[in-house]
């Protein structure tokens, strides 16, 4: 029986059907923004928010049964576990950060779709390297803040006056911010 229900939820029906859900309560999740939404639906509203709940309770349980202690093998699962798991502690729903929070639900479409995966898995390949090329740049940035200092500091203080300061005004104009 556990085998069986460990390929029914795997099969490619029932993971578009999870995706469905995912998709659906990220639109309850907005509508949940809204308050003239809520003062006339609130009840259908918080109703549909429950019955995606207790759909994710459902697969997250059926997973369970079928793998066992094996489920917590997959980063993923444990990924899906802790974000459901989340939305199951008691007040959440009365705490405001725990029910801001439930928009998390929506980070489940990484874990279902597994092309959203491989890219999650590429990118957290690709820190080391890019920590590499922050490293580079911070190195190029402080040289140009040293620079700065000294070159301009004595001309422009409220700008280049300090380290701090010609750091901060060299960000403004890369990102372009008062600068225009």
């Known amino acids: 029986m556990r085998e069986q229900l460990g390929q029914w939820i795997e099969q490619p029906k029932v993971r578009y059907a999870i995706l469905g859900v995912i998709l659906f309560n990220a639109v309850i999740l907005g509508l949940e923004t809204s308050a003239p939404v809520m ?3 609130g009840v259908v509203i918080r109703a549909l928010d429950l019955a995606c709940l ?7 349980a059926a997973k369970l049964v079928a793998r066992g ?5 997959s980063g993923w699962n444990v990924f899906d576990f802790l974000i459901v798991g989340l939305a199951l502690v008691p007040g959440a729903q009365s705490v405001s950060v725990l029910r801001a929070l439930r928009v998390l639900r929506l980070l489940r479409v990484i874990s279902v779709a597994p092309r959203l995966r491989r890219v999650v898995e590429g990118f957290i390949s690709a820190l080391p390297g890019m920590a590499s090329v922050f490293l580079l740049m911070g190195i190029i940035f402080y040289i140009g803040a040293v620079m700065a200092t000294k070159l301009f500091g004595t001309a422009f203080p409220e700008w280049f006056g300090t380290l701090g300061r010609s750091a901060y005004s060299l960000f403004q104009i890369m990102t372009l911010e008062s600068w225009s």
């Open 54 to 60: 207790a759909v994710f309770v459902l697969e997250i």
């Open 39 to 41: 003062a006339h639906f």
């Open 69 to 73: 202690p094996r489920f917590f093998r």
